[in-house]
C-alpha cells in the first residue's frame, strides 16, 4: 500500500508540473498578444483555458480521493493539502492569463495599451514569463534557490505595476478612458499573475524545508 500512495503522490506532482507548463505557455501567448495585437493568439489563450481549468479539476479530484483512502499524516498530508492549494492558484493563474488576452481580443486591430506604456508592458510580460518558467521548475525540481527567484521577479513586477498607476494618474497622461481602463487592469493582471506564482513558491518552499518562516512572501 504504501508503493502505490507513493506512486499517487509522484502523479500528484507530475499533473501539477503539466498544468504549470500550460500556464507558462498561455502567459507567453497572452502577453505576445497582448502586446502585438495578435488577436489569433488572444483566441488560443481564451479557448485552451478550459483545458487548464479541466487539469485543475482532475487533480483536486484525485488530491481528495487520496485523502479519503489513503488518510495521509504528517509530511504526506501537508503534500496533497498543498496541492489542492497550488492547483487553484495555477488554476488562478491561467484565469489572468485569459483576462490579458481577452483585453487585447477587445481591442483589435488596435493595441490595448498606449504607446508610453507599451515598454513597460513589455517588461511585465517578459518578468511573467520567466516567473512561470522558474515556477513549473520548481515544482519538478523542488529547488528553492528558484523560490527566491521568483519572488526577486515579482518584486520587479511589483514596481512596474506602481509606475503603471504613477503614469496614468500623473498630470502628463493624455490617454483616453478605455486606454486608462485597459491599461490599470492590464497591470493588475499582471501582478496578480506574479503574486499567485510567489504564493505557489512559498508552499513548495515550505514543504521542501519544513520552515515556513522564509524571507519569501505570498
Known amino acids: ?58 487533480l483536486d479530484e484525485l488530491a481528495i480521493n487520496i485523502l479519503a483512502r489513503q488518510q ?11 496541492a489542492l492549494r497550488i492547483s487553484a492558484s495555477l488554476e488562478r493563474m491561467g484565469d489572468m492569463a485569459e483576462h490579458i488576452a481577452q483585453l487585447a481580443r477587445y481591442r483589435f486591430p488596435e493595441k490595448a495599451v498606449p504607446k508610453g506604456l507599451r515598454s513597460t ?18 515544482l519538478r525540481t523542488e529547488d528553492v534557490k528558484l523560490a527566491e527567484e521568483i519572488r526577486n521577479e515579482d518584486d520587479k513586477v511589483d514596481e512596474l505595476h506602481v509606475s503603471v498607476f504613477d503614469k496614468v494618474l500623473g498630470e502628463t497622461w493624455k490617454g483616453e ?22 504564493s505557489i513558491a512559498k508552499k513548495v518552499q515550505y514543504l521542501a524545508t ?9
Request: charged residues 30%; hydrophobic residues 45%.
Open 177 to 198: 478612458p478605455v486606454a486608462t481602463v485597459d491599461a490599470t487592469l492590464a497591470s493588475r493582471y499582471h501582478e496578480r499573475f506574479a503574486d499567485h506564482a510567489v
Open 1 to 58: 500500500m504504501r508503493e502505490v500512495f507513493q506512486l499517487e503522490l509522484e502523479e500528484v506532482q507530475d499533473r501539477l508540473v503539466a498544468i504549470s507548463e500550460l500556464v507558462s505557455i498561455s502567459i507567453d501567448n497572452a502577453t505576445q498578444a497582448f502586446n502585438n495585437s495578435n488577436v489569433a493568439l488572444a483566441e488560443r489563450v481564451i479557448e485552451d483555458d478550459h483545458r487548464i481549468d479541466e487539469l485543475a479539476i482532475a
Open 210 to 218: 519544513g520552515d515556513w518562516q522564509q524571507p519569501l512572501e505570498a
Open 121 to 138: 508592458f513589455a517588461e511585465m510580460g517578459r518578468l511573467d514569463v520567466e516567473i512561470a518558467r522558474k515556477l513549473t521548475d520548481l
Open 72 to 82: 495521509p499524516v504528517a509530511r504526506d498530508l501537508r503534500i496533497v493539502v498543498s
